[in-house]
């Protein structure tokens, strides 16, 4: 039962352990130094020079009840922070203090003052004295208290669902990171399977020449792809020229079929920031779908241009209603998507066919480089 219970009490991002003696000793000793600080005040105010002193040590003696009530409620509160949140409790403390604690700071103050002694008189002389200015410092104080304990408790709490919404935001920082790694992973043995096979193809062919040409290009592209791929985004020049890359590449396999025209409306676009390995899946996509499905010449375009706030990047190429289309796996495409909205929520990739074409549109907010 106890192990349950302090399971519970852990679980509570605001429930304050046990208080220690050290604890409970500062705030005895807090306490005590806040109300000689105030009978110092009253004294101050209610004396002159001469007889300062000695008011203060009377003032002082005073307010010994006042000084254990507020301890008490402090360690209360330090004991069990919730302990006057609910209304009821604030309000029954309350009447305590006043019909208890009232009579007995009163019959205290009696036999501070008098050498008599204390009797039944005595204590119906201290209920008649009891005076608004008293009422007023037990209330005051007894609010003070409960106003400082509930603040604390409130701002705790406010502290741990920070901590708590920071914590899920780290958390969905680091899944975002590793399904980008993941996309990564995905991409890169993709990328480098289809330019293999594009080496193959020319080692069938016979020309070694050509051969070595062309793994000498991969190589190139290789290392392009590893060092882009450790960064979160590159220049779109950058990926430009990658593409240019690339397509001299396939160009050893498809000849002179293999058509590519890049268009791009202004030259500053070339610094606009975008992801890693971002047009060669699109560019890999037409191929497949234009030059794998029949024997004449391709006919890819690529148009960049900027749209108002975004960077609008196409990608087409002609489809054949003669020739079947090329399945493919379709991971270039999705891939392709994903790594947009992680880079941009605000990004976005959509694929169609117009007419006797097929169309791979992105578009992309621009950032801050211009």
């Known amino acids: 039962m106890e192990a349950t219970l302090g399971g519970a009490r852990a679980a509570t991002p605001w429930a304050a352990p046990r208080p220690r003696w050290t604890a409970v000793l500062q705030t005895v000793a807090v306490n005590a130094l806040a109300w ?8 101050y105010g209610a004396a002159n020079a001469s007889s300062f002193l000695r008011l203060w040590q009377q003032w002082c003696i005073d307010y010994v009840p006042m000084m254990l ?12 922070p919730t302990l006057f949140e609910p209304w009821r409790n604030v309000a029954g403390f309350f009447i305590v203090v006043m019909v208890l604690f ?28 009891m005076r608004r200015f008293s009422w007023f410092v037990t209330g005051a104080t007894y ?15 406010e502290q741990a669902l920070q901590r708590t919404h920071t914590q899920n935001l780290e958390l969905s920082l680091a899944l975002e990171q590793q399904r980008m790694l993941a996309l990564r992973a995905q991409l890169e043995p993709h990328f480098i399977f289809n330019a293999l096979n594009a080496i193959s193809a020319l080692v069938r062919d016979g020309d070694k020449a050509v051969s070595l040409q062309g793994i000498s290009r991969l190589s190139d592209l290789l290392r392009y792809a590893l060092s882009a791929s450790l960064r979160d985004a590159v220049r779109l020049g950058e990926e430009l020229q990658f593409v240019h ?49 029949h024997d004449g010449r391709g006919d890819i375009r690529v148009r960049i241009t900027r749209l108002a706030s975004e960077l609008l990047i196409t990608v087409s190429n002609p489809l054949s209603a003669q020739t079947p289309p090329n399945p493919g796996t379709g991971l270039g495409l ?14 976005s990739l959509h694929a169609e066919k117009r007419d006797d074409r097929f169309y791979a549109e992105i578009r992309l907010p621009l950032g801050e480089w211009d």
């Open 245 to 293: 890359d690339y397509t001299d590449l396939q160009r050893l396999r498809y000849g002179k079929r293999l058509q590519i025209q890049i268009d791009c409306d202004d030259d500053e676009l070339h610094d606009a920031l975008c992801p890693p390995l971002l047009l060669q899946p699109l560019i890999e996509n037409a191929l497949r779908h234009d030059l794998d499905c």
């Open 36 to 43: 000689v600080a105030i009978s110092a005040a009253g004294a």
């Open 143 to 157: 609010a003070i208290i409960v106003a400082i304990g509930n603040w604390r408790l409130a701002r705790a709490r």
């Open 69 to 80: 009530l507020s301890s008490a409620l402090c360690l209360a509160l330090l004991r069990r």
């Open 102 to 129: 009232q009579p007995l700071q009163w019959l205290y103050v009696d036999w501070v003052h008098n050498n008599d002694g204390i009797n039944l008189q005595s204590i119906y002389q201290a209920r008649l004295r």
């Open 334 to 347: 999705k891939n392709t998507r994903e790594r947009l909205l992680m880079f941009d929520p605000a990004a």
